[in-house]
């Protein structure tokens, strides 16, 4: 279980989340939605640990994670991907993938609990996220966007993560690229907790059991796609009164 309890995060006069407590069971399937600078990115960042929370309190499981950085968070099993691309310039796909599947030891960096082998492992993540073989040993700058965004995903299951924070995974992607995404997230083991955000409601209402729907760093609706699509609400801040809601 990992869980969000009136957690808020301030920037100077900006209230960019406020007051937000979330739950979130194993293996949930759950898309955050909301207006541009609702909140969605901030949320993710305090979720994965790149952000501070101004206050409130984080758990999974048992564990005060409220204060832990990005990387122990990794290390306990949340991992994410972020809007804008964020990889290491310098180091081909496969040196990232094999990166990401180390972690920092007493002695350097060490085998990932679970990883027997980087190099294969390495491999297998990029083959199965889709980052074709003739870009391996291609540094990210040469890659497509769609590589690199592959690649991005890629480097976030290295650890086998127990929560997956995506945000807005397929932004900028082809069609094609697009689906086969789709595809990926839909074939993730189901214990682990995905939760993305996503602009495209195809993609939100094919993947997601539940749908929070966010507005000015509030939970505004929460509820399954169904209800959600229903939701006055929802029409009224989000697609605009009868726009995309009725679709
Ligand atoms: N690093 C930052 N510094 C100052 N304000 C920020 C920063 N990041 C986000 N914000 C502000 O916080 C609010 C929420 O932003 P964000 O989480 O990116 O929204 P979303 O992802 O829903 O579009 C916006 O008003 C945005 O301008
Ligand atoms: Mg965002």
Redesign the pocket.
């Known amino acids: 279980m990992f869980s969000l309890e009136g957690v808020s995060l301030r920037?100077?006069g900006?209230r960019?989340?406020s007051d937000v407590s979330l739950t979130f069971e194993p293996g949930a399937r759950v898309a955050i939605i909301?207006?541009?600078?609702?909140?969605?990115?901030?949320?993710l960042s305090l979720m994965g640990g790149q952000t501070r929370s101004t206050s409130g309190r984080i758990r999974l499981g048992e564990v005060d994670i409220t204060r832990l950085g990005p990387y122990r968070r990794a290390n306990l099993g949340i991992t994410r991907s972020f809007?804008i691309t964020n990889l290491m310039e310098g180091l081909t796909a496969r040196e990232q993938a094999e990166l990401a599947c180390l972690t920092p030891g007493r002695r350097g960096w060490v085998r990932a609990r679970g990883n027997q082998d980087s190099k294969q492992r390495a491999e297998s993540l990029l083959a199965d996220w889709g980052v074709p073989q003739r870009a391996w040993d291609v540094r990210p700058e040469s890659l497509s966007y769609g590589q690199q965004r592959s690649l991005e995903l890629a480097l976030a299951m290295a650890r086998s993560p127990k929560v997956l924070l995506l945000?807005e995974p397929n932004v900028g992607l082809t069609g094609a690229e697009n689906t086969a995404l789709v595809e990926r997230i839909a074939q993730l083991d189901p214990k682990i907790t995905v939760v993305l955000?996503a602009h495209d409601m195809d993609m939100v209402f094919g993947f997601a059991q539940r749908v929070i729907v966010?507005a000015r760093?509030k939970v505004a609706v929460d509820g399954t796609p169904d209800e959600v699509r229903k939701n006055q609400l929802v029409a009224d801040i989000y697609f605009g009164t009868g726009g995309e809601a009725s679709k």
């Open positions: 920037y100077g900006v960019a989340v909301g207006p541009n600078g609702a909140g969605k990115s901030s949320l809007q945000d955000v966010m760093g």
